[in-house]
């Protein structure tokens, strides 16, 4: 089937330590984007990416890293830099500007 | 940048009621997406309306870009369309996305 898959759902994580989320797609787009999204909020943009080995900071960059080495795949760092990482973390893709496509979420919780 | 805007922030329906739901942006936009987000945390694609008006069975979308705005009617509401939803826009097709901060409805059977 196509789509975007995201992995893993749920994930722990200790101050200080950096973790990454995966982003999967086969929908063959070439944009590709992560969010944020805090409790009753709206999401906000992390990075973004429109072609391979290039990707641009959103808003609320700081604290994050990503790799854009295939066109499938857009994994996030979540450093130790973050300050309060907590959130659900959602992938997108898109073909160029249209319409964007997100995957299931990974709801990141710091102990 | 750009800022978006959804009215009201909670909605509470009888099923079978209809409801409309407001986004106004501040700027012009070359896209803007209508998403349900179930309680699941899945974000479900709606309309993608950046002007006019598409309907896709009991739901809805007028955009009125001259004017900054979008509504998106839901009619004959179920439980089922409970949620939160999102208006999102993006400008000068550069592939940043501005969301609203949602409109959560809740349909009571």
């Known amino acids: 089937d196509g789509g975007i898959t995201q992995s893993p759902k749920y994930l722990f994580r200790k101050e200080g330590q950096n973790v990454t989320l995966s982003c999967e797609q086969n929908?063959?787009?070439?944009?590709m984007y992560w969010y944020r999204q805090d409790p009753g909020q709206g999401l906000r943009l992390i990075y973004y990416?429109?072609?391979?080995?290039?990707?641009q900071k959103g808003d609320i960059a700081e604290g994050y890293s990503v790799s854009r080495e295939k066109k499938e795949s857009f994994p996030l760092t979540v450093t130790s830099a973050q300050k309060n990482p907590t959130a659900f973390y959602l992938c997108?893709?898109?073909?160029?500007?249209?319409?964007?496509?997100f995957g299931p979420g990974t709801r990141l919780t710091v102990l | 940048g750009i800022q978006v805007e959804q009215s009201p922030p909670d909605l509470i329906l009888q099923e079978g009621a209809n409801s409309t739901l407001r986004c106004n942006f501040s700027?012009?936009?070359?896209?803007l997406q209508w998403f349900h987000q179930n309680p699941w945390g899945q974000l479900i694609n709606l309309f993608y309306?950046?002007?006019g008006t598409k309907q896709n069975g009991r739901l809805s979308a007028t955009t009125v870009a001259t004017e900054r705005y979008s509504l998106l009617y839901i009619s004959s509401s179920q439980t089922t369309d409970s949620g939160v939803y999102f208006c999102?826009?993006?400008?000068?097709?550069?592939?940043?996305?501005?969301f609203g901060a949602g409109t959560r409805l809740t349909v009571k059977p």
């Open positions: 997108a893709s898109s073909l160029g500007g249209d319409t964007q496509y």
């Open positions: 929908l063959n787009h070439d944009a």
């Open positions: 990416s429109q072609i391979v080995n290039d990707f």
């Open positions: 700027d012009s936009v070359n896209n």
């Open positions: 309306i950046p002007s």
């Open positions: 999102a826009v993006v400008k000068n097709n550069n592939n940043d996305m501005r």
